[in-house]
């Protein structure tokens, strides 16, 4: 019987997450290799650790090394629908780690699970999307004495904390995760890029060759959605609002096109902006009849669901994660995980090869917090870059993947300028 307090589906679930946890574990050599030197060092000793991540099998694998380092860790989910309920289940009853976290839990519910995170007065804060920064600094503001710094993971998050530090409003400062080399080029890109065709092949069973996929934000999401549905066959059209992303785009070989006219001819669309609607009711009312669309960024405001609710007359779910929905000019379009990041929703969100990066400079940078957080301001930090050298050193290493090194004479050139035509 366990202690702890948690809140998840059915701790029953346990010894099936144990078995996925320790699989995404083979694809984590950087990661293991930090949480053993932690399980030595302990630098964490004395922590406590508010983590509102989505609660997946690598999460859980970076749970394990906090908590190694002398940790006391709380976690909750990111997001409502992102939640593996095994994985949960295991965090408590094999981990001893107070989870709470129930997939498909309300709005409600999700806040109940961020305020159990901050009753255990946390000293660092780990976020996906920044939701518990602000309940901290909104709702929970006696707890902001005891947090020392927090962690940042995606790019949604960093701009609202950025955002927040620029109105004078953050109150401790924060490690923006998502921004270090190691992180975004890779997690971002070839993460998103996978999982996210994995999460709409999962809820469709859909072919992509020959279909016409339109991916909105051509940003490190979006470079790599494109790239893996071409990879797949599909004829990629892109829509931006950025000019040099746009030119990237056409000279990647895609088409690019203003939403208004690749609504129309998309068999699929994927958003993966970070902003807002970018696909709104205009563009649903002038989709093709059976149009499939999904969202892959943060939040799920990036479709106009309340607008595509007033267009239609009826709605019904016709498979797991996918609504119908049919429009009063006749059309259906299908919505997918209700436009929450259907790569987590449908799928098992990011491969653990790309977390293992993601979450070594999670880890090193919640060392460094410790180490440094009383020299630094309330603003967003970006990762030392030390930090990230290191993940990237250890990752190629793990990979068995050596690079050439600098001659004298070599490094010489570079850095000097008397050697011309
Ligand atoms: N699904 C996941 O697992 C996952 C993983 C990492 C990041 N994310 C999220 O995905 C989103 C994108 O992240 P990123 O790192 O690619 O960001 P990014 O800033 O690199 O790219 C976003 C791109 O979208 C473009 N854009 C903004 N509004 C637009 C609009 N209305 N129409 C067309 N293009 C528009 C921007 O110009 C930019 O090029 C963020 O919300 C991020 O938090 C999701």
Known sequence: MTTIPYDVKDL?????????????????????QIRERFGKEKPLKGITVAACLHVTTETANLMLALRDGG???HLCASNPL???????????ADHGISTYAITGEDNETYYKHIDATLDAKPHMTMDDGADTVIRALTDRSEVLDGIIGGCEETTTGVIRLTSL?????????????????????????????QSTLDGITRATNMLWAGK?????GYGWCGRGVASRATGM????VVTEINLIRALEAAMDGHQVLPMEQAARIADIIITVTGGMKAVDKKHFEDMKDGAVVANSGHFDVELDLPGLEELSESKREVRKFVEEYVLENGRKVYVLGQGRLINLAAAEGHPSAVMDMSFANQALCAE????????????VYPVPKDIDEEVGKLKLHAMGIKIDTLTAEQYEYLHSWNIGT
């Open 165 to 193: 530090a620029d109105e004078g409003l953050l109150k401790y400062p924060i490690i923006a995760v998502n921004d270090a080399d190691t992180k975004h080029f890779f997690d971002n890109r070839y993460g998103t890029g």
């Open 82 to 92: 992102s939640t593996q309920d095994d994985v949960a289940a295991s965090l408590v």
């Open 71 to 73: 940790a006391e860790v």
């Open 368 to 379: 460094y917090i410790v180490n440094a957080a009383s020299g630094l301001e309330n603003k």
């Open 212 to 216: 016409t996929v339109v991916v909105a």
């Open 12 to 32: 029953g679930l346990a010894a099936e997450g144990n078995r996925r946890i320790e699989w995404a574990a083979r694809e984590m050599p950087v990661l293991k």
């Open 233 to 236: 066959g599909a004829k990629v």
